[in-house]
């Protein structure tokens, strides 16, 4: 009669589930290491620009960071209340030398979306964008005042 393999006992309480996350995480970083070209097919070019709102008595301003951004390239719609502010700026570099033939393409997408007060309207509105930094001016429409109705 043989007698059962004695295993290691599996500690239930002595096991870290984070150890796991730790190795996968490692595990991930060798192979983007050592596959960079991976590194830039996954990871997403969509950024979210750094942006101010400030709010003044008539009008209501927002300041957002495009660096390298052109005007042309700059969208800003108004919906619901929401600044929706889409930009995008794409590159095509090629090399000739000696044999060989080099080329690269990058291309890299702004997208914001900013809540606004209900009372902000698009009627003279303005945009400009100087230096790599986008500052909208949103006037606001005047506050509708409560009118009381007296009873006969």
């Known amino acids: 009669?043989?007698?059962?393999?004695?295993?290691?006992?599996?500690?239930?309480?002595?096991?870290?589930?984070?150890?796991?996350?730790?190795?996968?995480?490692?595990?991930?970083?060798?192979m983007m290491r050592a596959f960079p070209?991976?590194?830039?097919?996954?990871?997403?070019?969509?950024?979210?620009?750094l942006t101010d709102v400030a709010e003044e008595d008539n009008k209501v301003i927002v300041t957002t960071d495009l660096p390298g951004?052109?005007?042309?390239?700059?969208?800003?719609?108004?919906?619901?209340?929401?600044?929706?502010?889409?930009?995008?700026?794409g590159k095509e570099e090629e090399t000739e030398k000696e044999g060989y033939l080099r080329k690269e393409r990058s291309f890299m997408r702004y997208y914001r979306e900013i809540p606004l007060p209900d009372n902000v309207?698009?009627?003279?509105?303005?945009?400009?964008l100087k230096n790599g930094v986008l500052t909208?001016?949103?006037?606001?429409?005047?506050?509708?005042?409560?009118?009381?109705?007296q009873i006969e």
């Open 1 to 30: 009669m043989k007698l059962p393999i004695k295993r290691p006992s599996r500690d239930v309480y002595s096991w870290d589930p984070f150890d796991e996350i730790k190795r996968m995480q490692e595990y991930m970083e060798q």
């Open 121 to 128: 309207t698009e009627d003279g509105a303005t945009a400009q």
């Open 69 to 89: 951004i052109d005007k042309e390239n700059v969208e800003l719609n108004l919906r619901e209340n929401l600044l929706v502010i889409s930009a995008q700026k």
């Open 136 to 149: 909208v001016t949103l006037p606001k429409t005047k506050d509708v005042t409560e009118k009381r109705i």
């Open 37 to 49: 070209a991976l590194e830039n097919r996954y990871v997403s070019d969509t950024l979210s620009p």
